[in-house]
């Protein structure tokens, strides 16, 4: 079974600087999707940032991107010139690409609540 | 377009009670999802569904059940509430097929069971 760890529980940056967010995971499997989730007060899903296993190009959403290293399982998300609207729970989550067996679901991280001071 | 409706909001039971949780979706998505989300901790999936008349397990099932008559809506049953099902729960369907997929999620239904 996949495994998604993130072991910052919490981070913190000042507005308009840069904070990276930490994700590995554990995976026998080739294909693969992972996915940053962001989850503001309002407890809403938003999705952020996905990256495909296969591709060597990393991600890059605005001002998000990733630096996906899939030898060493890691998927870490780079927020720059961070805003106050960035303070939420972050998840990394892991999908095999095979959908007969797993029903395309998520695993889901435990989660990196990032505060952003003014 | 609504998306993804949960209801209830919020909820309290007592121990040994039981209720459904209801999701539907207007987006014609044949894959449904029950997440719970116990607090500090990621979303950990109960249930699943590919379409109507097809659920099956996932990580955390015991306790819950579901059904899928119909493909807008995917209620979620819980019998003999316990204090460990305390949690928000989350209903989530899938547009798109492998990497053009999006995920939507209902706004949630916090759960306590005193």
């Known amino acids: 079974a996949q495994t998604v760890t993130q072991s910052q529980p919490e981070m913190s940056v000042q507005e308009a600087e840069t904070v990276t967010l930490s994700c590995t995971y554990d995976?026998?499997?080739?294909?693969?999707?992972l996915f940053w989730y962001k989850q503001p007060p309002s407890r809403q899903m938003i999705l952020v940032i996905r990256?495909?296993?296969?591709?060597?190009q990393n991600a890059t959403e605005n001002r998000f991107s990733v630096n996906f290293q899939k030898a060493a399982k890691s998927f870490s998300l780079k927020i720059s010139d961070s805003q106050l609207g960035d303070a939420a729970m972050y998840f990394c989550a892991y999908r095999s690409a095979g959908e007969e067996t797993s029903g395309s679901r998520l695993t889901f991280g435990e989660g990196t609540q990032l505060t952003v001071n003014p | 377009n609504a998306g993804v409706t949960q209801t209830p909001k919020f909820r309290i039971l007592k121990i040994g009670q039981s209720m459904t949780l209801q999701c539907t979706q207007d987006?014609?998505?044949?894959?449904m999802y029950w997440y719970r989300q116990d607090p500090g901790m990621g979303l950990k999936l109960i249930y699943y569904s590919v379409g109507a008349g097809i659920t099956d397990k996932g990580e955390v099932p015991n306790g819950y059940n579901v059904s899928r008559s119909t493909t807008e809506d995917f209620p979620l049953r819980l019998e003999l509430a316990a204090p460990s099902q305390t949690s928000v729960y989350f209903c989530?369907?899938?547009?798109?097929?492998?990497?053009?997929?999006?995920?939507?999620f209902g706004s949630g239904t916090q759960l306590s069971v005193l």
């Open positions: 990256q495909e296993a296969y591709k060597q």
């Open positions: 989530a369907s899938r547009q798109g097929r492998r990497f053009n997929e999006k995920l939507f």
């Open positions: 995976t026998s499997e080739s294909d693969y999707y």
């Open positions: 987006m014609n998505h044949n894959y």
